[in-house]
């Protein structure tokens, strides 16, 4: 028997891999256990990112000083890391987590689908929980949202929305119009409605986009006016990735009615605005408006699932998918509609009404817009806008590339380009070491920290936010520079 050998990053040794015979038992190679993954180290779960997950993104992670932690626990508002500390968490998992992390309904309806050995896989026969989220998502949904696709990504479901809405505008109409700063996901079909240059890398994408202002009504008539080719409009109802950027109010409903006249279909991203984050289930519904499509996942799998739906109108879904024969065209992958991923989105749902977090959310959101408001006025030099709706807010500091002492410009581009004119890497960075306070990035502009805390935080969470900030921001952008800078050389 030959014996092939493979570096085992995981144990620092060499270790022999059999080829499969017939009958002979396997060497079973050297693999861990869930329980040494749970027990592993800061400095193993280093070398192993590096060694097979992304070693360039280390770097981020070191520039942050986020290498250093390791999650034990999560409950609720928090993380508790390795050495006990709790961790107050703004961030959200870029939104997934509305009900907080392992709510205890959310543990019990899993555990219970579990203990009575429920199917997971839903390919063979029907689903009854499939079926029965849904159901609850068409409840949900205003007008004739009523037929749902499920996926496990935003990416997966707003894929199906895009190929909906292709297959239902029609082969003589299949350009796409979509929004400067938009974000829609990283596979490669809505990778060319994403307008993010660092994602969109060199690959090669469809040319059939027509690219608009966010927000711009005008830009999008003359688009639809000139260019009988375009069948579908897809834009998030508030920009995330973007930086939380709303359009004006009135946009929304002078953009359903420019879709009627033109026959254009509209697909509403609702991936991170949706499930209640914006103070309404959907973001759109603030406006009165219905869609065609939409899409949510994140908080859909109520921070334990997988989970992502497309909803549509009755009408365009049975115009692209209606029929025995076009039926299978974009049925559900192997895990759409997985079981525990429907239970657990089922409990969601409910917990999400039954303890009031979307009216939280628009309570307590404006409360923290309003804290976030009155920080701005004392720090006028340093923050330059707040805003956002619900618990979706973005917060804006000022560029300081020009206005940074001469002295300190040379050392901050050092350490990364990314961090030359912007504040917000310091203050995550420093809110999390000095203050136990995580808040999140964005990608496409550099200047704002998003925060996209549970649906359960309290007008007390929001205070220590605040008073973190607060006391952060009264060092000073020349202290918080150096504070950051002493962080990376110790
Ligand atoms: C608006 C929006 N659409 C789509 C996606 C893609 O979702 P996923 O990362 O689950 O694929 C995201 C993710 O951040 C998003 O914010």
């Given amino acids: 028997m030959t014996l092939v ?3 085992d990053t995981a144990h620092s040794h060499a270790v022999a891999v059999a080829p499969a015979m017939t009958s002979a038992k396997l060497a079973k190679p050297n693999l861990m256990s869930v329980e040494q993954a749970k027990a592993l180290d800061v400095a193993r779960m280093t070398d192993l990112f590096k ?60 555990k219970k689908f579990q203990d009575e050995k429920r199917h997971e896989i839903g390919i063979a026969f029907m689903s009854q929980y499939a079926s ?29 929305a895009v190929k909906l809405a292709e297959r239902a505008a029609g082969p003589a109409r299949p350009k796409i119009v979509y929004a400067e700063n938009s974000f829609h996901g990283k596979t490669k079909g809505v990778l ?3 307008d993010g240059a660092l994602y969109r890398g060199e690959f090669k994408l469809t040319e059939n986009t027509v690219r608009v202002p966010f927000g711009d009504i005008d830009a999008i008539e003359k688009a639809f006016r000139s260019d009988s080719a375009i069948g579908a409009i897809v834009l998030e109802t508030i920009q995330g990735g973007g930086g939380i950027n709303k359009a004006p109010a009135a946009f929304w409903h002078k953009l359903r009615v420019l879709c009627d006249q033109y026959g254009v279909i509209w697909v509403a991203d609702e991936v991170q605005c949706g499930v209640g984050r914006s103070g309404r289930f959907y973001a759109f519904e603030h406006y ?22 497309m909803i549509a109108r009755r009408d365009v879904y049975m115009k692209a998918y209606g029929t025995p024969k076009t039926a299978m065209i974009h049925a559900m992958a192997t895990f759409g509609g997985i079981g525990e991923g429907c239970i657990t989105a089922i409990e969601t749902l409910n917990v999400l ?23 701005q006025a004392k720090y006028p030099k340093i923050i330059k806008e707040v805003r956002g709706q619900g618990l979706m807010v973005g917060l804006e500091f000022h560029d300081f590339s020009q206005t940074l002492p001469m002295v300190l410009r040379p050392v901050v581009s050092v350490l990364d380009d990314k961090l030359k004119g912007s504040l917000s890497g310091f203050v995550g960075a420093l809110l999390l070491r000095d203050y136990d306070v995580l808040v999140a990035f964005t990608e496409y502009n550099r200047n704002v920290v998003r925060l996209l805390p549970p649906l359960t935080c309290s007008r007390a969470d929001v205070d220590v936010l605040i008073a973190a900030l607060d006391s952060l921001l009264g060092r000073g952008i020349v202290s918080i520079v150096k504070d950051f800078v002493k962080s990376q050389v110790k």
């Fill in 51 to 110: 060694a097979h997950l992304n070693p360039g993104q280390l770097h981020f992670m070191k520039l942050l000083g986020f290498h250093k932690i390791k999650i034990e626990r999560a409950e609720g508002m928090h993380y508790i890391d390795q050495n006990g500390r709790k961790i107050l968490d703004f961030f959200g998992g870029f939104g997934s987590l509305a009900l907080g992390h392992n709510h205890p309904r959310v543990l019990e309806a899993r």
């Fill in 192 to 194: 060319s409605v994403t």
């Fill in 132 to 160: 029965a989220l849904a159901y609850n998502l068409a409840q949900i949904s205003p007008g004739d949202l009523d037929m749902v696709f499920f996926g496990s990504s935003g990416s997966e479901a707003m894929e199906a």
């Fill in 288 to 309: 009165d408006v219905v869609p065609d499509i939409t899409a949510v996942a994140k908080s859909l799998g109520g921070g334990k699932a997988a989970m992502a739906a």
């Fill in 353 to 375: 009404y039954d303890e009031g977090l979307i009216e939280n959310s628009a309570d307590t959101g404006a409360y923290l817009l309003a804290r976030l408001e009155e920080l």
């Fill in 5 to 7: 050998t493979k570096p």
